[in-house]
């Protein structure tokens, strides 16, 4: 069976964490048998064709390159918001992912098409199932669930991705939930998405070797460490925004020290304190 993967978000490069949960999960679906080929954006420095894990992915760039800044950094939503040139840029990625999208069809074809996040790669999904006649599913991850409760004007576009997907699949129920009750569609499977818990390890660094990390940083402890992961990606944030806004919410805290080496991190952080949790407030 072959399948290809549409997405604005997939990783760059060896060990990069963006959209890492894609390649695991393509990488999952080979051991099974299953070639996966990903249709993901460019960035400068990146070839338009290589192999992450064995995985075949082909790049479109959508705008001149110093344009080129909807993808991997998170902010997609707020960029297109809030100027008006990331409006046009949008609507150039758009067409730029559709024409490679029908490239790879014609090279690879997949038995499926498989599109991660509905807007913008469901929307540009429906477009190449018609087109082919090929089979969509839509995999909604969180951000994008919260454009459409958030922009009543992309609602439609939501209801079109649903309606004319196969199938339609949730990393958590909250999401499933919550899909359903901006549209009257079937309830989205849900599917949680793989973790690399191994990116919480501490390799390379003093607690690699450390007795006491060692100690407590048991297999068991990763797992609840996915499973925080998952639940804090589901509601639009990571886990580290969810670390700081729980250490803010605890009585006895009155500040949150963090080092930081990247202006990200420390936006992250500052995203944090948005978060209203209390120090009781469920995770499940």
């Not at 609840?224 to 250490?247: M, Y």
Request: hydrophobic share 45%; glycine share 6%.
């Amino acid at each position: 069976m072959k399948v290809l993967f549409l997405t604005h978000n997939f990783p760059r490069y060896d060990g990069d964490i963006a959209g890492n949960f894609l390649l695991r999960f393509a990488s999952a679906l080979a051991k099974n048998g299953v070639d996966v080929r990903v249709v993901a954006p460019a960035e400068p420095g990146l070839d338009e064709h290589a192999r992450l894990n064995g995985t075949g992915v082909a790049r479109f760039h959508y705008a001149p390159k110093k344009f080129e800044t909807l993808a991997y950094a998170g902010n997609m939503a707020e960029q297109v918001r809030d100027s008006w040139s990331a409006r046009f840029t949008l609507l150039g990625f758009l067409g730029a992912e559709f024409r490679a999208a029908v490239r790879e069809r014609r090279a690879f074809q997949p038995d499926l098409i498989h599109a991660h996040w509905w807007f913008p790669s469901g929307l540009v999904g429906t477009w190449l199932a018609k087109l082919s006649n090929t089979p969509l599913v839509t995999t909604m991850h969180g951000s994008d669930v919260r454009i459409a409760r958030s922009i009543s004007m992309s609602r439609p576009a939501f209801r079109h991705v649903l309606q004319n997907s196969r199938a339609t699949t949730a990393v958590s129920r909250w999401l499933a939930h919550e899909a359903q009750a901006l549209v009257s569609t079937a309830a989205a499977v849900v599917a949680p998405m793989p973790v690399a818990t191994e990116l919480f390890t501490p390799a390379g660094s003093r607690g690699e070797s450390s007795e006491y990390v060692q100690k407590y940083m048991t297999p068991e402890q990763y797992a609840k460490v996915e499973g925080l992961s998952a639940w804090a990606g589901a509601r639009d944030h990571t886990i580290g925004e969810l670390a700081h806004a729980w250490l803010l919410a605890q009585p006895t805290v009155c500040s949150v020290i963090s080092g930081v080496t990247k202006l990200e991190q420390l936006e992250a952080n500052l995203k944090a304190t948005l978060e209203e949790f209390t120090a009781t407030k469920p995770v499940g």
